[in-house]
């Protein structure tokens, strides 16, 4: 009983140890931090000229179709230590039969990968941010360039902007 008392009291002092308590905190490693990148709608352009668009507040606010659907494109620079971690698009579709997204792309001369894509809006009215982490990497990053693609299907879908999240490593 007396060697079953002490075992119990040699136990819990190891639990309670500085060692102990140092390897735990070292297996918690927090997860790297995103520095992230804000774009207006107004840095995305047309891709099409059949869009029929407008930049909302003299080029301040929102990005939204008129009629029929379009492709916005905005260049997306990465300084060579970063890479990008998260895309987010933030949309207002009051549009039930319509749809926005965007999608991250390395473009080289005579060809380009998709490397993500969110997924898209419900049509609620609100304000959505649609996100995705799921992004692959790029076959030749040191080639080409990052561009962020937003597909907006009908009048009442509207861009009000895009979130990049960037961090270091693999």
Known sequence: MCRMRFLSIAILALLGSPLIR???????????RLREV??????????????????EQGGLGRLCVQKGAGYFVAPLRVE?????????????DANATAIGMMSLVH?????????AMTPVS?????????STEEI?????????????Q??????GV????ARIGLGTGD
């Open 80 to 92: 060579e230590a970063l890479r990008i971690r998260k895309i987010s698009v933030l949309l207002t």
């Open 136 to 148: 692959q990497p790029a076959q030749d990053p040191n080639t080409g360039s990052y561009l962020l």
């Open 158 to 161: 509207c861009l009000n902007g």
């Open 122 to 130: 419900t049509g609620s009215g609100d304000v959505e941010e649609l």
């Open 107 to 115: 473009r080289r001369p005579n060809n380009f990968e998709v490397l």
């Open 22 to 32: 140092t390897s735990a905190a070292a297996e918690a490693t927090p997860a790297p």
């Open 38 to 55: 804000s774009l207006a709608p107004i840095v995305f352009l047309p891709a099409n000229n059949a869009a029929n668009y407008v930049v």
């Open 150 to 155: 937003v597909l907006l299907t009908g009048p």
